[in-house]
């Protein structure tokens, strides 16, 4: 990692600072002391400041951050990486009439304390409070919504163009990260706002950049005269001059200082695409920072520039600095300091009921098993080793592990390649990162009828991440697709027999949903089972009521059939493994020996249900009087919570299921009582 040099003194101090930063938020009563954050509610009291004041903010404003998400959980390091380039915009630039978008997201938890969302900052990720992305109806000063990643420079091109239009003067500031420009998307945008001469600048916040060159004072030094008016106009004038100069010599004079400039300050790649670049800048030091933006903002000339600055994921913060994944992402009611007595109770509390292993790890120990009796099993992932569990299959066979970055669609058609020449590729991809690849599934992988095994974890609702993050659709969007094999996992044994039959499918794509979170406690086998492919398994047999279940709602479908049985109305529950192909023969007996068939998948209307009702509208089964209520999630996109009260909330929890079939029988005052309990 490129970051600013620092002598072992200044690391010192550093770490000592947050050593004792960290004991004020733990330990006093309260919240840390934030005298100078304390009179700032939004930007323009940023911009009332001396520019001395702003590393005292900085500091401030970095402790309160550690202090909210102490109590919130959720993406910690990369807002501590990027608290002085908050601080530094929002003091240079004009927000919200200039506008400032933040790539993805997660960083943006400074950006929320100094954009008037300080008093609910400790709501973060609640229901009912705010975001862990930036969100158009949460604020103005958040002008457009992410979550996935790459989109910023998309958006601050348009913002820009419209801006034009309007024939208005405001600047547009995209932030985007290392990992997030490696994306095709952010290179569409950069193309596209190169050959534009609209204005745009584009902020490269590089916490893990191997070719940026050293910061420090002369890199500082360059990056001011470089952006600075004084330099552009000498340059402006230049080009004027040289268009009297035959077209040869013209283009060798462009050329001799692009790489000139370029040899100095790096950046050739990003000049190539039509930018202006600025940098390599040390995001820690306002000092440099500062003067540099300020010399961007000014400058009258057109067109696009980046300004490469320098960060460390995690800074000011030892424990994050330190770990390997520069706390990445922690879980709620992190604490930032524990005492040894506090340690030694949580040891003995997590003795005492160990946790229930999750999907992901469940899901990444069965690919791990097929991977040992199978040397063509290949795993790939975009970005996402640690949320897949292929950071664990990796440690077992990292030559067998490809992380592609944050490139989904190469991931897809990588994977389909592998698999034109034997291989069985694991394309292990979230659900909903999955749409992101849509075009490449259907065209290079289910067209051509490509063997390739896509792994969703992630499906259905995902808690505190929200809409941006549910998998929702994957049933909608997969199901309809000739050739494809889809199944959902009802709990961690369906899911390690899943892996191994996705292992063993050599002549269809295939597809296995599985849910964020733990599983239901079940003594795992040694290695999965194949399944028979389109066949379903009967849980519990009954006469009056059919539960057709796909996916992890089989628990709550076993509690709601206990307490119709003790209503007197005897159930069946069908755990029907494959939404694709559909168990045709059990669905027609269940339709036939039961007055009340009731679907429930954990995705939207278009998926199981839609075409359990299209099989048996085909076979004449709608026509005898079957009553037959499917159960999908609402046709809304749903907020960030607690899963239990989201699916209380989608109505798909074990009392539901009992109401929509009380409902069906014609008991809708008994139903309305259940669903209200």
Known sequence: MTTAPKSNQERINIIQECVIEAAEVRHAPGKPATPLLDTVNVPADVRKLKSGQLKQLAEELRAETIDAVSVTGGHLGA??????????????????????????????????????????????????????????????????????????????????????????????????????????????????????????????????????????????????????KEYRNLRHIGKEFAKIFPRPLREAARKAEHYARGMVTGGTLFEELGFYYVGPIDGHNLEHLVPVLENVRDDPQGGPVLIHVVTQKGHGYAPAESSADKLHAVQPKFNVIKTEEEKAAEKAKAAAKPALPTYTKVFAEALIKEAEHDNRVLAINAAM??????????KKFPERTFDVGIAEQHAVTFAAGLACEGFKPFAVIYSTFLQRAYDQVVHDVVLQNLPVRFMMDRAGLVGADGATHAGSFDLAYLCCLPNMVVMAAGDEVELMNMVATAAAIDDHPSAVRYPRGEGVGLQLPERGQVLAIGKGRIVKEGTKIAILNLGTRLAECRKAAEELDARGLSTTIADMRFAKPIDLDLVKRLAEEHEVLITIEEGSIGGFGSHILHHLASMGLLDRGLKIRPMVLPDVFQEHDAPVKQYDFAQMNAKHIVAKALEALGQEQAAEIVARA
């Open 79 to 228: 807002g501590l990486g990027v608290v002085e380039l908050t601080t530094a915009l929002h003091y240079v630039f004009n927000t919200p009439e200039d506008i400032l978008i933040w790539d993805v997201g997660h960083q943006a938890y400074p950006h929320k304390i100094l954009t008037g969302r300080r008093d609910r900052i400790r709501t973060l990720r609640q229901g009912g409070g705010l975001s862990g992305f930036t969100r158009r109806s949460e604020s103005t000063y958040d002008p457009f919504g992410a979550a996935h990643s790459s989109t910023s420079i998309s958006a601050a091109l348009g913002y820009a163009v419209a801006r034009d239009f309007k024939r208005k003067k405001n600047n547009v500031v995209a932030v985007i990260g290392d990992g997030s420009i490696s994306a095709g998307m952010a290179y569409e945008a950069m193309n596209n706002a190169g050959a534009s001469d609209s204005r745009l600048v584009v902020v490269l916040n590089d916490n893990d950049m191997s070719i940026a060159p050293p910061t420090g004072a002369m890199s500082a030094y360059l990056s001011r005269i470089v952006s600075s």
């Open 385 to 394: 080793p640690s949320g897949t569990g292929l950071d664990i299959f990796g």
